[in-house]
């Protein structure tokens, strides 16, 4: 059984403790952030305020400044700013005594031993005699951590170690002692793979435990190859990059990423640890890693390492280091080769690289041999499952497969006959499940999905774009699946038939989502930029007219209809999850109006139902607080505003209050579902369909001020003038009086005219293009 956790206390503020904190503040907890008292006496800037070393400004000077980095830091760790409030701090001399009501203790101080072993005796002296406790340590032993603890607190205290940036990273690793309870355990298992929505990973006691353990191993090895191949860098990171599953980063970039200072303390966790000459010769950097780091050109943070950046003449240009000649080469063009072209074409693209004749493809087969023998010979010594490796790589590493899923891709009993040739020591555990007639490693069984896979359900009906399935328990589902999970003709079709069987048919009610990467990357520009090319405005009407029609029969349904977003859900998506009355949002859910990118406006109700979403939130009936909202509204949509989480979008309007967060994307369906079953066994009612009281000739004509403004400084271009003169349009209800009260289909009209006359223009049509060639938008 676990326990419940709502308070926790962080001790250390550095990136990692303050980032931690913000998450746990995210998801609701109530988090006391605790930092030393600066040791180094007053700055300049404080003796200017005439503050002494008693003041609280002072005292608290390290936990104050990361929270304000918070706030600023382009990581973004919050998943939203008002989650800053759950969030008090104070210092380890002065308020000790704010643990004492913390369900979960964790320590994020330096990583000295010796200092994690005094912070224990002090928490130890102020936690409640339940509080669970933990360190996110990534390097010292646990077990050294907790010895000289009782046994009462032994039993309450494990490992618990986030990757990082802690919101972005889906690794949780679990790190229990031998004197750890099963309470504890369970209740952090429960923390980490409920309320935070990570993949809990059990990991054994041993350096660098899991994830960092097979990572850093291979990255240490595709620096050591890359000098046997004679290989540059950038050449390598294409090698390495997607089509071996790994991020466009690679081995390099990534590394420039992560710094080679920290790649080389967790190499040397292992090297300082390990017996094993073979596996410290494997671990050693490369002496031209040694020599950057010498240099002090660690990385991004130092701005230079295995690559720079710079500007030439106003183009951005990207060097790398050369380790023979000791000197930053120019890239000119990206590394090109046909066997990697063809392998990220193919079926199989590990398999088609791992067996090719070619000289990267000799390379690749060193890296998949090396990863896949290293992971194998460390089963049971880091992990008792071979799958808590994989788990651990693809969630902490980013990797698309871990080396174990890699394995089974190229063929088990083919490369081993192959490593063997080649003089390898296959670990015996393997060769005994070939001797026993498996010739994978995962079977049938570990392909179970737990939760709804909304694309194995039954089809009910169906058209190329869009499909309506049976999920069970009377729950229709809407999936949608074409490219980027557009919004183009046959989705609206699909809406109005799905509509048509809720009311005829008995169907409690439907959930909207799909299994792709992506709720939906918005309208479909291709079919608008022909329609829009060849002047088809009637056609073009028609399609806006459908779309309009599949909203508004959302909202006003009789029976209720759930929206399950996540990922990019942009333009006629974000229209789609915003008239859904309710919704279940993955936290990471990138929703925003965006249609000004490529020249157009909102013209699936986008642009009404935000505007009568933040009217409704008007604190009164005054005409400035009525005023703020629309030019609220007008900002959002005229610079396509992208919430970047779900929690955001709750506090823009986009999203309702009270809308479910869910921290992890699997049981997404699972939740819409049981949404839509709760709000029908509830005897659903859907929305009053009421009048919109718009702001009129007032709003329209202030907003207009302010575009002419914008437009007269430079701001806004011609073109960008005359799209914001329609959306203030859409927004204000035009040139009516203050307070007329308008029905969502003339405000609909507005949305319709806009959109029509500025698909007509060189300019939206040449931003579309831009769009469809580039995946960025054209300023013109």
Request: hydrophobic content about 40%; overall charge negative.
């Amino acid at each position: 059984m676990s326990k419940i956790v709502t308070k926790a206390c962080v001790i250390g503020s550095g990136v990692m403790g303050a980032n931690i904190a913000a998450l746990l503040a995210s998801v609701g907890m109530q988090v006391t952030l605790l930092d030393i008292v600066p040791f180094n006496g007053l700055n300049e800037k404080e003796k200017a305020a005439g503050l002494t070393e008693d003041s609280l400004e002072f005292r608290n000077r390290l936990v104050n400044d990361a929270v304000v980095k918070l706030k600023r830091d382009k990581q973004m760790p919050l998943l939203s700013k008002s989650a800053l409030k759950n969030i008090r701090v104070g210092n380890t001399t002065d308020h000790l005594n704010l643990m004492e009501d913390a369900d979960w203790i964790i320590e994020v101080v330096v990583e000295r031993l010796d200092i994690k072993k005094v912070v224990l005796k002090q928490i130890e002296a102020h936690a409640k005699p339940d509080a669970i406790i933990s360190s996110n340590t990534s390097g010292v032993s646990i077990t050294q951590i907790v010895e000289d603890m009782n046994d009462d607190f032994k039993a309450r205290f494990m490992g618990t170690h986030f990757f990082n940036p802690p919101r972005w990273m889906g690794l949780f690793e679990m790190i229990p002692t031998q004197w750890t309870s099963k309470e504890t355990f369970d209740t952090m298992e429960y923390v980490g793979g409920t309320i935070l929505g990570k993949t809990c990973v059990y990991a054994k006691d041993t350096p660098n435990f899991i994830g960092n353990r097979i990572g850093c191993y291979g990255a240490a090895q595709v620096m050591q190859l890359t000098e046997k191949y004679d290989y540059d860098f950038a050449t390598v990171d294409y090698i390495t990059g997607p089509v071996m599953g790994h991020p466009k980063t690679a081995t390099f970039g990534t590394g420039d990423m992560v710094g080679m200072d920290i790649i080389a303390n967790v190499s040397k966790n292992v090297i300082d640890s390990s017996k094993d000459e073979k596996e410290i010769a494997e671990y050693t950097m490369p002496k031209y890693v040694i020599g950057l780091m010498e240099k002090g050109w660690l990385g991004n943070k130092t701005k230079q390492g295995f690559f720079k950046k710079d500007v030439i003449d106003g183009k951005r240009v990207k060097y790398q280091y050369n380790y023979k000649t000791d000197e930053y080469e120019l890239i000119e063009g990206r590394p090109s080769l046909d066997t990697v072209k063809a392998a990220l074409k193919s079926d199989n693209k590990y398999e088609a690289m791992a067996y090719g004749e070619e000289k990267e493809c000799k390379f690749y087969w060193d890296c998949i041999k090396g990863i896949s023998l290293y992971s194998a010979k460390l089963v049971p010594e880091i992990a008792d499952d071979f799958r808590e490796i994989d788990k651990a790589i693809r969630t902490g590493y980013n990797w698309e497969e871990g080396p174990f899923q890699v394995w089974d891709k190229i063929g088990v009993r083919r490369s081993v006959e192959r490593m063997q040739a080649e003089g390898e020591t296959v670990p015996q555990w393997v060769l005994d499940m070939l001797a026993k007639g498996q010739e994978t490693f995962y079977t049938a069984e570990d392909a179970k999905f737990p939760y709804i896979k909304i694309s194995e359900t039954t089809v009910v009906e169906e058209n190329d774009d869009c499909t309506i399935r049976d999920i069970g328990d009377g729950v229709l589902g809407l999936e949608l699946h074409c490219t980027g999970n557009a919004i183009g003709p046959r989705v609206g079709e699909m809406v109005s038939k799905a509509m048509e069987r809720m009311d005829k048919e008995d169907w409690k009610g439907m959930v909207i989502g799909n299994d792709g990467k992506m709720f939906s990357a918005g309208a479909d520009l291709l079919t608008i930029w022909q329609m829009g090319t060849d002047k088809e405005f009637k056609e073009l009407e028609e399609l806006i007219r459908t779309l309009q029609a599949a909203t508004g029969a959302m909202r006003y349904s009789k029976k209720p209809i759930v929206a399950a977003p996540f990922g990019q859900t942009l333009g006629g998506g974000c229209e789609m999850m915003m008239h859904c009355p309710n919704a279940v949002a993955f936290s990471e859910t990138y929703s925003g109006l965006v249609e000004v990118g490529v020249g157009l406006i909102p013209a699936g109700g986008g642009s009404t139902e935000l505007t009568r979403r933040l009217m409704d939130r008007c604190f009164g009936d005054a005409k400035n607080d009525r005023y703020n909202a629309i030019a609220t509204a007008f900002q959002y949509v005229a610079t396509a505003k992208v919430n970047m989480s779900a929690n955001e979008a709750i506090d823009n309007g986009f999203l309702n209050k009270g809308t479910l967060v869910a921290m992890s994307r699997d049981n997404l369906i699972d939740l819409a579902k049981r949404e839509v079953l709760t709000l029908s066994d509830r005897g659903y009612m859907p929305p009053v369909k009421q009048m919109v009281k718009v702001t009129g000739e007032y709003g329209y004509g202030m907003l207009l001020a302010g575009i002419e403004m914008a437009r007269g400084s430079g701001q806004m271009s011609e073109h960008d003038e005359y799209i914001s003169k329609f959306i203030a349009k859409a927004i204000t209800g035009g040139d009516v009086p203050y307070g007329t009260e308008m029905s969502v289909e003339q405000l609909h009209d507005i949305e319709c005219e806009g959109f029509l006359a500025l698909a007509g223009t060189e300019k939206t049509q040449d931003r579309i293009m831009h769009m469809l060639s580039n995946g960025k938008p054209l300023r013109n």
